[in-house]
């Protein structure tokens, strides 16, 4: 997971051995990671990714639970193991796809892709929560929070995936989500049920992973656009919108047709996690979380991200 550099430094008749701990893109190398979504909670980051376990990149994802890793750096992740698995749903029957998870008044939710079971067509988004960051995560509901018959005007089976949670800073929480079309719904206090109507977004070139974030003054949606992806962004005054696309944030990772980020403020620096296929038997199906710095611009735009095999200094 980390680099060490032990340089002798000899000084006035003796040796002191200096450590110099850096990062390295992937930032996790121990076990395949995806879908990365980090949050900050009491002074720590808690990464949540899915786990690819394809042997190869000929096929197509095998994904069957959650990880959850933590740093006090974003250099040095402990692996904190698995928070949640498929089987933990009852109703559904493979793919733990793209996650998010959230805190709200000491309750952790863990809102999250899987396939249906055989009575509802299709993907559907699940919700989880437990006392601790770390899991155990348990069902919250014992069905599905959004299914496929949910959302009729697309024709796709694969419309209702990788949710993202926001709560804004009056505590009104919402959750974004979508594949071909980005959707948003209000969610009740209990963080657990809709609180009205699941509403479309209209952002360019839109693919899936919408995830929604605050800095400053501003609310930022990204996403993946295209196939093979990219990352592009738009901004609002308001988390309802309206948005304003901005342009490019991310190129192609190049070895891996998905790219999926999550963005996150720690303290004082900006970081942008995604992942590639860079391990050496890497791909499509067999990903990695990387780790960059994210700049913002004095009017709030973003720079574009400059992906790296070195990944990001430790914070202090
Ligand atoms: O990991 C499976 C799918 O690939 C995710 O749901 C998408 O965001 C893409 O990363």
Redesign the pocket.
């Known amino acids: 997971m980390k680099n060490k550099i032990f340089a002798a430094i000899a000084a006035t008749g003796f040796a002191t051995t200096a450590v110099i701990t850096h990062a390295a893109n992937p930032a996790i190398t121990d076990v395949l990671t ?2 990365p979504a980090a949050m900050v909670h009491d002074g720590t980051v808690y990464l949540y990714t ?1 786990h ?1 376990e394809a042997k190869d990149n000929k096929g197509f ?1 095998e ?1 069957h639970k959650w990880l959850v890793f933590s740093s006090t750096d974003m250099v040095n992740w402990k692996n904190e193991g698995s928070p949640l698995a498929v089987k933990d749903f009852k109703w559904a029957r493979g ?1 733990a ?2 996650s998010h998870v959230v805190e709200k008044d000491g309750k952790f939710y863990f809102y999250t ?1 899987v396939r249906h079971d055989e009575t509802k067509p299709g993907f559907a988004i699940g919700v989880a929560v437990s006392d601790s960051p770390t899991g155990p995560f348990k069902d919250a509901l014992g069905k599905a929070l959004i299914s496929n018959d949910m959302t009729t005007d697309t024709k796709i089976d694969w419309d209702d ?2 949710p993202a949670a926001f709560i804004d800073d009056n505590g009104e929480a919402y959750l974004f989500f979508g ?1 071909t079309k980005p959707r948003w719904a209000k969610l009740k206090d209990n963080m657990i049920e809709l609180d009205g109507p699941i509403h479309s977004l209209d952002l360019p070139n839109f693919t ?2 919408l995830y929604a974030h605050k800095h400053g003054d501003y609310y930022y949606l990204t996403y ?1 656009m295209g196939f093979p ?1 990219k990352i592009g962004y738009a901004m609002s005054k308001s988390i309802e919108g309206p948005w304003e696309y901005k342009g490019i944030l991310n190129e192609l990772a190049g070895n891996s ?4 980020q999550s963005i996150i403020d720690y303290k004082d620096r900006s970081f942008f996690i995604y ?1 590639n296929g860079g391990t050496p038997e890497g791909g499509s199906f067999r ?1 990695s979380v990387c780790i960059d710095d994210l700049y913002y611009n004095e009017d709030g735009t973003i720079k574009r991200i400059v992906m790296t095999s070195e990944g990001v200094d430790p914070v202090k």
Do not use: F
């Open positions: 995806a879908d899915g690819d994802y994904m793919d796809w793209a892709t995936l990788d594949n899936e992973a993946a992806e047709n998905t790219n999926h992942h990903r």
